[in-house]
């Protein structure tokens, strides 16, 4: 990456727009001196300094909502940030998705949901049912996988309405831990049927 202007702000700070990594939503600004974006390129975790604690702060050093770094970019006159993140957790000290008052529609909340179980994984908490599927290994995590395939099948032989879409939704968050304990994502899997949707037509 191409090393920002600093001193083109008196105050030594410039722009950081956080966009989602993978639903390129905006989810929030801050402003990062040169400090705290040393801080976040070698922790991976967006750090901004706060102009209202005047020190370095990194988004979700309390709450635990960090945005962890997957890319920096800087704009042509090298004085604004673009930082693609994946969010673990709501953004917006509200509890929103972002600082814009934006919802996630279904697509979004999937990927918070990956966000989430992937937490879970790199961060074991002995309460989670996550967490214990990781700490069962793959064949657990796999056999879980099969089970509720089974048991969507047999709810969509009957009339259940309310069943069968909780069987989906079970099938579906397992789905998720074995993407998560294969070290692959959802949007892996999303670039294969847009390869092949491509190749279709």
Not at 151 to 166: C, G, Q, R
């Amino acid at each position: 990456m191409t090393h920002p202007d600093f001193t083109k702000s008196p105050d030594g700070m410039i722009p950081a727009i956080i966009q989602d990594a993978k639903t390129n939503k905006v989810l929030m600004l801050g402003y990062m001196n040169k400090e705290s974006l040393e801080k976040t390129q070698t922790e991976k975790r967006v750090t901004f300094f706060s102009r209202s604690k005047n020190r370095l702060w990194t988004k979700g050093e309390e709450s635990g909502n960090f945005l962890i770094v997957t890319e920096i970019k800087i704009d042509c006159d090298k004085d604004t940030l673009l930082v693609k993140a994946n969010p673990v957790g709501p953004v917006c000290h509200t509890g929103a998705d972002t600082c814009f008052n934006e919802a996630n529609n279904s697509n979004d909340f999937l990927y918070e949901l990956e966000a989430t179980i992937s937490s879970r994984k790199n961060s074991p908490n002995e309460t989670s049912y996550t967490s214990s599927l990781f700490k069962k290994g793959i064949n657990k995590i796999a056999q879980k996988v099969g089970e509720e395939a089974i048991e969507l099948v047999i709810e969509a032989k009957d009339n259940d309405e309310t069943l069968f879409l909780n069987e989906a939704a079970d099938l579906l968050f397992h789905y998720l831990i074995l993407l998560q304990a294969k070290d692959k994502s959802l949007s892996d899997v999303v670039n294969i049927l847009k390869l092949r949707s491509k190749a279709n037509n």
